[in-house]
């Protein structure tokens, strides 16, 4: 049995810090607390410690450092071992340097900005090669990767039916039951029909297809080509003289910008359906006016509307995805910084546009 | 309990699937030695490893680390064992949202949350240095290091503990010759001065001549021969006899011999 007795005297020499049994990283808190209670001038007699490693040596040397203590009473491995941690005292940066507050808001601020202007050329230089790239495509139609491409419309469109579909059935069937409750103050239920109608064919369908796609597909887009560009795998390709834009980006540009047409009808298709069977169940109205009433009310334009809108939205997204997968850089926590910030890009930008397309149709007359 | 081996693996069989890795494979590593265990690419030797911290539980046999059974332990008292070694995975494995420092505080301030914080940044320095890393690399985020810097701070973090036994996979791969033979010189006089078992994954014939006690050999899914390599020159297997008399074990063998005479 050990004794594990730590005793301080505090004599008029001065204090004699005595530790015993184990001095190691288990007991270093303790340690610590202990001998910084004690005055000055200090001894620490190390002649019942049993075992020491390195961490209870740091704590005796920095204590003989910084307040000029004297060891005694140690033996040749524990002074052997207090002298080997001194040699690695050297001063280590352990933080980077923080600057003050108001510079660090205004350096961030600047970063920001300077970052947001890049990001946008870069944008932009990234549409321009991938013009690039198609027109060389067009010119070499043999180049085309058919297959990557088939197999993108499987992934960005047939496994997107599921998803896509429920979420718009259900959405018909909120719009439906919402615009009913407000109408019915009015004794017009009848006109949401016109409401569901106009509505998603115009403009939910569409947007809310854009959301899902840049959510399922813009994200996949990115984090792919992210963790190809960590791999080396685009490098490789460079090398071997195969473009990574013509292999990777415009097969899934070419995928998004066809699949979304047919995600929004099909989208348009459900979210119909949903609000048929709502104003079947609770208005009483039977399938059949529900559909006459439909092709009074939507003028062919708002499906224009809608189908012009889709590729453009498809080509956004994937242009984000594509973009913010090739800046991957580093890390993999890089990977997961661009996936979000594609997704957050370009269902802004989609906003954006739709806005400008909302204005643009009614003023050229499609109302 | 100075002459228990530190590690004893006895009747170890892995297998993925059909495809079986280690069948009734024994190893023993004794207190203070650095073991190097090579073989040929999938012989197993990191799959060894990792069943032997507990990160890939074998389908059967005993695996005792420090004298204690691994398999089938409590989580809090399998922490007991793990706070005694430390670790350096083959590419670094350094926790990327961390600087190295923090990185190497991480393990202290899991099994000591009571340690000031300039207390544990002394620590931290000093293992930075004993890894053998410059003063200013303390802040930097693994991004930002070389190949060898990574290695080198992966073994400052598998050092934070003070620990009795040390896993180095492949310390070496991906190294310069002359950042390899440094860190095979690091090795080596850190298992001095720290009293460290080491444990060695390698293919670098240059370390095995330079740094290890004992080489285990793995082939035909265990452990062949288990000897210095004067021993195992002695044995007739194919595989040992071109590994260590090919043209490259030879020009290692070489340099080992210029090195004792110089």
Redesign the interface.
């Known amino acids: 049995m050990p004794d594990d007795k730590r005793t301080a005297d505090d004599g008029a020499e001065g204090a004699t810090y005595r530790p015993a049994g184990a001095l190691t990283i288990t007991r270093a808190a303790t340690t610590q607390r202990e001998i910084d209670a004690l005055p000055d001038p200090l001894t620490i007699d190390l002649s019942k410690v049993e075992r020491m490693d390195t961490v209870g040596a740091w704590i005796i040397y920095r204590t003989e450092r910084d307040r000029g203590a004297k060891v005694e009473g140690g033996s040749e491995i524990e002074t052997g071992l207090v002298q080997q941690v001194a040699e690695y005292d050297v001063p280590v940066k352990v933080r980077p340097e923080q600057r003050p507050g108001l510079v660090r808001v205004l350096t961030e601020l600047g970063e920001w900005v300077a970052d947001a202007g890049t990001t946008f050329v870069g944008l932009l230089g990234f549409f321009g090669s991938t013009l690039v790239a198609s027109a060389g495509l067009i010119r070499r139609p043999r180049k085309f990767r058919v297959n990557a491409i088939v197999q993108r419309f499987d992934v960005v469109g047939v496994r997107a039916l599921g998803i896509i579909g429920l979420m718009s059935f259900l959405i018909g069937i909120v719009v439906g039951q919402q615009g009913a409750v407000q109408l019915e103050q009015f004794g017009a239920e009848i006109y949401t029909i016109n409401l569901i109608g106009r509505i998603t064919v115009r403009e939910l369908g569409v947007l809310m297809t854009a959301i899902m796609v840049a959510g399922r597909s813009g994200s996949a887009f990115a984090a792919q080509i992210g963790t190809m560009k960590l791999t080396e795998e685009i490098d490789a390709m460079r090398t071997i003289g195969v473009s990574p834009i013509e292999a990777l980006v415009i097969p899934r540009m070419i995928a998004a910008v066809l699949m979304m047409p047919l995600l929004a009808f099909w989208s348009i298709l459900m979210s119909l359906l949903g609000g048929g069977i709502f104003v079947w169940l609770d208005l009483g109205i039977p399938p059949l006016t529900y559909i006459q009433r439909l092709q009074e009310v939507i003028p062919m334009t708002d499906l224009w509307i809608g189908l012009i809108k889709a590729p453009v939205f498809g080509f956004i997204i994937a242009l984000a995805g594509c973009f913010q997968g090739m800046l991957v850089e580093g890390t993999s926590e890089q990977v997961g910084e661009r996936t979000t910030t594609a997704v957050v890009q370009s269902i802004f930008l989609v906003i954006i546009l739709d806005a400008v397309f909302a204005i643009f149709f009614t003023s050229i007359g499609w109302k | 309990m100075t002459d228990k081996p530190l590690i004893c693996v006895r009747g170890l069989r892995n297998s993925f699937g059909e495809q079986v890795v280690h069948e009734n494979l024994d190893l023993t590593v004794n207190r203070g030695e650095i073991l190097g265990v090579v073989g040929g690419s999938g012989t197993g030797k990191s799959v060894l490893m990792r069943s032997i911290i507990g990160l890939q539980k074998p389908d059967s046999g005993v695996v005792e680390v420090l004298g204690e059974n691994m398999l089938d332990r409590a989580e809090d008292e399998a922490k007991n064992i793990r706070r005694r070694w430390g670790i350096l995975f083959q590419n670094g494995a350094l926790f990327?949202?961390l600087?190295v420092?923090e990185n190497v505080e991480v393990p202290?301030r899991e099994?000591?949350p009571?340690?000031?914080p300039p207390?544990l940044?002394?620590?931290?320095?000093?293992k930075?240095?004993?890894a053998g890393?410059p003063?200013?690399?303390?802040?930097k985020?693994?991004?930002e290091l070389s190949g060898g810097m990574t290695k080198r701070a992966g073994l400052a973090r598998a050092l934070a503990?003070?620990p009795e036994l040390l896993f180095l996979d492949e310390p070496t791969s991906g190294l310069d010759p002359i950042a390899a033979a440094g860190f095979d010189e690091l090795i080596r006089s850190l298992q001095q001065?720290?009293d460290l078992t080491v444990f060695l994954i390698t293919h670098d014939l240059d370390s095995l001549y330079a740094i290890c006690d004992r080489v285990a050999v793995l082939a035909d899914h265990r452990v062949i021969a288990v000897g210095t390599i004067p021993e195992l020159l002695a044995l007739d297997h194919p595989w040992i006899q071109e590994y260590f008399n090919g043209p490259r074990g030879r020009a290692a063998a070489d340099t080992a011999e210029e090195h004792v005479k110089a």
Do not use: K, V
Request: hydrophobic residues 45%.
């Open positions: 990327s949202t600087t420092a202290i099994y000591f009571h340690l000031t207390l940044d002394e620590i931290a320095s000093y930075i240095a004993m890393l003063p200013d690399a303390g802040p985020l693994p991004s503990m003070d001065r720290l």
